[in-house]
C-alpha cells in the first residue's frame, strides 16, 4: 500500500505540475505563484497523509467488520443482533458530523494558501518593507491570517474529537450488551460460557473498525477538499496542443492584418496592421501602455486575438503546433529570469551545445569575459533569479541564451532599467551582434538602435499611428519626431549626431 500511495501521490504532483506548464498565460497573470504552490505541496500532502493511513483502513476495516459479523451471527445471531443495534446511531452522528468537515478543510487550506500568498510578498518585497518600515503593518495582517488559519483548524479538531468521543462511547455499549445478554442466555442454558468469551473476543474485531470508522471518514473528507483545490488548477482549459509542424522557410516572417486585443473590456490593440520581411529589424517605439508588449505575446502565442489573423512564416497562428513555433523564436525580455542553477545551464537552457558554442555566444553577448572571472566560471551558480550578478550580467546571459538558441525569428525588449555607462555600452553591443543576420523586432528604448532599424513602427493607442525610417519619421514631425525631441534630441547633440 505504502508504494502505492507514493506512486499515486507523485504521478498527481507530475500532472499538477505539467498542467501549470500547459496553462494560457493571461490565466496564470491571474493566478498567486503562492496559492499556486500551496496546491502543489500543502494539498498534495493532504491527499498524501489520507492514502498512507486512512485510506489503507478504510478500505480494510470495513472487510474485517463484515467477516466477523459473519461469524458472529453464525455464533449467535440474536445476540448478534442486539450487540449491534447501536450501530446505526453511529453511523449516523459520524455522517453528519464529518459532513462539514470537507467545507471547513478546504476553507483551512485556502487560508494556508493564503499565508504562503503573504511569506512570498514579504520575502520577495522585503528591501520594499525595510525601505518604507512596512514591517508592523505587514506582520499585524500577517497574524491576522495566521489567527484565522488557526480558528479554522480549531473547528475542525473539535469535530474530530467529537467523533472520537462518540466513536469510543459507541464501541462500549455492544459490550454492554452482549455480556448482559448473553449472561442470561448462560444462566438459561442457551449458550456457554466459552462461547459467550469466544463472541466477546470476536466482537472487539468487529466494534474496533467501526469505532476507527469516523475518523477515516474525517480524513478523507479533508484530502477530498485538498482534492478539489488541486483540480481546480487540473480542470482549466489547457493552452491549444493542436496545429501542425509546418516549414519555417520564408520571405514573408511575420505579419499582423487588423489584429485586435484586449484584456477583459480594455482593448489594447485596435485593428493593428504590419508585416515584416526575413532578415528586417524592426523596432516598435510609442508611449507606455500602447501594446508593444501585448504584440509579442500573441506571437509567441502566449494571447490569442480575439479579432484579425497572425501568420507566421506564411501560415497563421493557429495552424502551427505552439511548441514547435517557439522553437524558432528567442526572446529577450526586459525581466531577465535566470534559474537557480550555473551560468552554463542558464546559457543552454538543458539543451545539448558543445562548451564552444557555449563559449562563442558568450562572447557575441559581452558575458564571456565577466564569467571568466568569477572563480567558478561557466559554473558559477547564479543564485535566485540571477540574484548573486549585477543587472547588466543578467541581461547578457540573457542574450547570450537567444543567440545559442540560434532561432529565425528574435523578439528583443529592451531593458529600461538604469545602468551604468560600461554596463549599458556592453548590453547595447551584445544586442547589436545578437540581431546580426537575424529577422528582428524589437521594443526600442535606446536611439542606436532605433537608428540602425530598417523600420519603425510607432505604436499609440493599440495602433500604427506611423511607419518609416528614422530620417522619415522626423520629416513628418509627427508623434515619431515629439517622442525624439523629447527624449532623445540631446543624445544626439551629446554625440556629435546631427
Known amino acids: 500500500m505504502g508504494y502505492l500511495s507514493e506512486r499515486a501521490i507523485a504521478d498527481l504532483r507530475y500532472k ?20 499556486n504552490l500551496s496546491k502543489l505541496t500543502n494539498d498534495i500532502q493532504l491527499v498524501k497523509r489520507f492514502l498512507d493511513w486512512d485510506g489503507y483502513f478504510l478500505i480494510l476495516r470495513p472487510l474485517m467488520a463484515v467477516a466477523t459479523l459473519a461469524y458472529l451471527t453464525y455464533l449467535n445471531w440474536q445476540l448478534t443482533l442486539a450487540s449491534l443495534v447501536f450501530i446505526p446511531i453511529m453511523m449516523y452522528l459520524t455522517m453528519k458530523i464529518t459532513q462539514p468537515i470537507s467545507n471547513y478543510s478546504k476553507a483551512l487550506q485556502e487560508e494556508l494558501a493564503n499565508i504562503n500568498k503573504a511569506n512570498q510578498d514579504i520575502l520577495g518585497g522585503i528591501q520594499i518593507v525595510k525601505s518604507f518600515n512596512l ?11 495566521v489567527d484565522e488559519s488557526v480558528k479554522r483548524g480549531r473547528v475542525i479538531a473539535l469535530r474530530r474529537a467529537i467523533l472520537a468521543g ?6 462500549f455499549l455492544p459490550f454492554i450488551v452482549s455480556f448482559g445478554l448473553g449472561s442470561l442466555l448462560v444462566n438459561r442454558g442457551s449458550m456457554s460460557v466459552g462461547g459467550l468469551l469466544a463472541f466477546i473476543n470476536l466482537l472487539n474485531q468487529l466494534s474496533w473498525p467501526l469505532a476507527q470508522l469516523p475518523n477515516h471518514i474525517g480524513s478523507y473528507k479533508a484530502a477530498g477538499a485538498g482534492l478539489d483545490r488541486i483540480y481546480e488548477i487540473v480542470d482549466i482549459v489547457s493552452e491549444r496542443q493542436t496545429g501542425e509542424k509546418l516549414d519555417f522557410e520564408s520571405e514573408n516572417v511575420l505579419s499582423f492584418n487588423n489584429v485586435r486585443f484586449a484584456y477583459g473590456e480594455k482593448d489594447i490593440l485596435q485593428g493593428i496592421s ?19 508588449s501585448t504584440i509579442f505575446k500573441l506571437i509567441t502565442g502566449f494571447y490569442q486575438p480575439y479579432e484579425g489573423e497572425i501568420s507566421l512564416f506564411n501560415n497563421t497562428i493557429d495552424k ?4 514547435f513555433l517557439r522553437e524558432e523564436i528567442a526572446v529577450v525580455s ?46 558559477t551558480m547564479v543564485g535566485e533569479r540571477g540574484a548573486k550578478l549585477s543587472g547588466g550580467q543578467r541581461q547578457r546571459i540573457s542574450i547570450a541564451r537567444a543567440i545559442l538558441k540560434d532561432a529565425k525569428l528574435l523578439l528583443l525588449d529592451e531593458a529600461t532599467s538604469a545602468l551604468d555607462t560600461e554596463s549599458e555600452q556592453m548590453v547595447q553591443q551584445a544586442l547589436e551582434k545578437a540581431m546580426e543576420g537575424r529577422t528582428t523586432m524589437v521594443i526600442a528604448h535606446r536611439l542606436s538602435t532605433i537608428k540602425n532599424a530598417d523600420r519603425i513602427l510607432v505604436i499609440e493607442g493599440g495602433a500604427v499611428v506611423e511607419e518609416g525610417t528614422h530620417e522619415q519619421l522626423l520629416d513628418k514631425e509627427g508623434l515619431y519626431s515629439k517622442l525624439y525631441n523629447k ?10 549626431v546631427a
Not at 16 to 34: C, N, Q, R, V, Y
Not at 137 to 143: N, T
Not at 166 to 171: E, K, M, P, R
Not at 320 to 323: A, R
Open 16 to 35: 499538477a505540475t505539467e498542467k501549470f506548464t500547459k496553462l494560457p498565460i493571461p490565466k496564470l497573470d491571474t493566478m498567486h505563484s503562492g496559492d
Open 166 to 171: 462518540i466513536s469510543g462511547f459507541l464501541t
Open 334 to 379: 526586459q525581466d531577465t529570469y535566470l534559474f537557480p542553477t550555473t551560468i552554463k545551464e542558464n546559457i543552454t537552457l538543458g539543451r545539448n551545445f558543445s562548451m564552444e558554442a557555449i563559449i562563442a555566444a558568450s562572447q557575441k553577448a559581452n558575458a564571456h569575459n565577466f564569467i571568466m572571472e568569477l572563480a567558478d566560471g561557466y559554473d
Open 320 to 323: 502551427w503546433k505552439l511548441d
Open 135 to 145: 514591517k508592523d503593518r505587514i506582520l499585524e495582517s500577517f497574524k491576522g491570517q
Open 487 to 496: 527624449d532623445f534630441s540631446h543624445v544626439d547633440q551629446e554625440s556629435g
Open 274 to 292: 504590419f508585416h515584416i520581411n526575413c532578415g528586417e529589424k524592426v523596432a516598435l517605439v510609442g508611449p507606455s501602455g500602447g501594446g508593444k
